[in-house]
């Protein structure tokens, strides 16, 4: 088991939860509870990972469950968590997975994306890295396949390499033809993953580039303007392709993974469990599927085995219908941290129409300044919308802070539709523009329905 990252491997001191939480608040509106609680674990991963064995093994992540209404904000938090942080990350839908034996995803899959994400996390990195001595290497083999040049005149010498080699990033000798020896490109056979075969699969592919077309090199005539950058991207793909590159991956995955599982609600059995047994015993499947993963298994990838123990899973779910005691009982132990997400208000929605750094407002003013027009939103405007948001999410069905996406784009309808005719204007939104456009339907409870 490999618990250990290789020497020099540990991570930068990361943000401090303080820090994490003022990221997450120029982007999600309130929620403070459950920002909390997932910048507390993402600092445990860091704290962790300095404290010696036996002891480090033993501190599995506290994983969380957060619980909320539909549209507050569950999902976002953890969109803007997956950017901020540089770890693994992946988000799946609970109810995407079906019981083993099933067709459908089956749960073990969640830690092999994974592993492709941090591999090509590793893949861009390591690129980065050596995109300064790639091109480096590459000019120097250009250098090398040009012909020799005749000295210019009786006593002169040779170019020395230097002098040479600033010829070239002058561009002299783009027209110059050479015989550029360039690797086969790799074959891209590959034996389709088969759950529960990765073994094979992996063993199959490496047989297959063997034998395909793609072993050894090609010679081909190429001026050095075409030649140098596919020396480049060759010179570049031996630096970051292979050597501990998927090993790397695992390690950050497994000490660093973090596995977001969207709807987990509806993945539980209904409370009062009425219901009939047919879907039920699909869902608690999942369930008992889900378990060994959260508590620490062994999962066989096509870059070696991971680990799971450590992964870090926070778990979603509005629970309308079933709540958390309707999961099996080992999953609710899996999730000790619970955070509940509060039902947003006017005031909540003001700020998430206007006062975030991607706010809604602030992507209609950029997409209408395309076209010349500027659009103005008054504060009453703003309140205006927020109220009728309001009003609408009680009357029909509560969908949160989705409501202002519906209602913001019937409101701006027309404009959007007549900016290009318009010229250089400004339009500005305040209450009365938000009750002209919005307040009839917004009052009309079966128009409300299928408009906003
Ligand atoms: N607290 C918030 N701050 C800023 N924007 C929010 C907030 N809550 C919701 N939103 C907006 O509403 C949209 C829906 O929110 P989100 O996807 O987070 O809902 P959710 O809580 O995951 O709901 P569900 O249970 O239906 O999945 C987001 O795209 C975002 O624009
Ligand atoms: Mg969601």
Redesign the pocket.
């Known amino acids: 088991m490999s618990t250990l990252l290789p020497a020099g491997r540990e991570p930068p001191v990361p943000m401090t939860p303080r820090e994490i939480v003022e990221e997450l608040d120029r ?5 403070a509870a459950a920002k909390r609680a997932v910048a507390v674990a993402l600092r445990n991963r860091w704290r962790r990972l300095g404290i010696d064995e036996p002891l480090r093994t033993e501190i599995t992540p506290k994983n969380i469950l957060m619980i ?10 953890a ?1 803007r968590l997956a950017r901020l942080v540089g770890a693994p990350f992946l988000k799946i839908e609970a109810t995407k997975f079906t019981e083993v034996g099933y067709v459908g995803r089956d749960v073990e899959s969640i830690v092999r994306d994974l592993v492709e994400t941090a591999l090509n996390a590793e893949r861009t990195a390591a690129r980065l890295r050596a995109s300064g001595s790639a091109r480096l290497r590459a000019e120097r083999r250009v250098l090398a396949a040009l012909p020799p040049v005749p000295p210019a005149g009786p006593g002169a010498t040779e170019p020395s390499e230097r002098e040479r080699l600033a010829r070239l990033r002058r561009g002299d000798y783009d027209e110059v033809v050479i015989d550029a020896d360039l690797s086969a490109p790799s074959s891209g056979l590959e034996f389709p993953q088969v759950p529960g075969l990765e073994e094979f699969s992996q063993q199959f592919t490496t047989l297959l580039r063997t034998l395909g077309p793609g072993a050894g090199t090609t010679r081909r005539r190429l001026c050095v303007a075409e030649a140098l950058p596919l020396f480049e991207e060759e010179e570049l793909r031996a630096e970051s392709e292979g050597g501990d590159l998927p090993r790397r991956a695992i390690d950050r995955v497994e000490q660093e993974g973090i596995v977001f599982l ?2 987990i609600d509806k993945i539980a059995r209904r409370a009062g469990g009425g219901d009939g047994g047919g879907p039920d015993v699909s869902r608690e499947g999942v369930q008992r599927d889900l378990l060994p993963l959260v508590e620490g298994t062994t999962v066989v990838t096509r870059h070696g085995p991971v680990r799971t123990d450590h992964i870090l899973f926070i778990a ?3 629970f309308h219908v079933a709540r958390p005691a309707d999961l099996i009982p080992e999953l609710q132990g899996r999730f000790p941290i619970r955070v509940t ?1 509060d039902p ?1 208000g006017e005031d ?1 929605f003001v700020r ?1 129409l206007a006062g ?1 750094e991607h706010a ?1 407002t602030r992507q209609y003013q950029a997409l209408l300044a395309r076209e010349g027009v500027s659009l103005v939103f008054t504060e009453d405007g703003l309140r205006r919308i927020a109220a009728l948001a309001v009003a609408v999410n009680r009357r029909t069905e509560d ?4 409501r ?2 519906t209602l913001l784009e019937r409101l701006l309808e027309d404009v959007s539709f007549r900016a290009p005719d318009l010229g250089r204007t400004t339009v500005t939104v305040d209450a009365a523009y938000a009750e002209e456009r919005l307040a009839a339907l917004a009052g009309d409870l079966d128009l409300s329905r299928y408009i906003l």
């Open positions: 982007h999600v509106v309130g929620q909320g209404p539909t549209g507050v904000g569950k999902t976002e938090i969109r969207d709807e979603s779910g509005a997400l947003l909540d998430i975030t809604l969908i949160g802070a989705r202002l996406h």
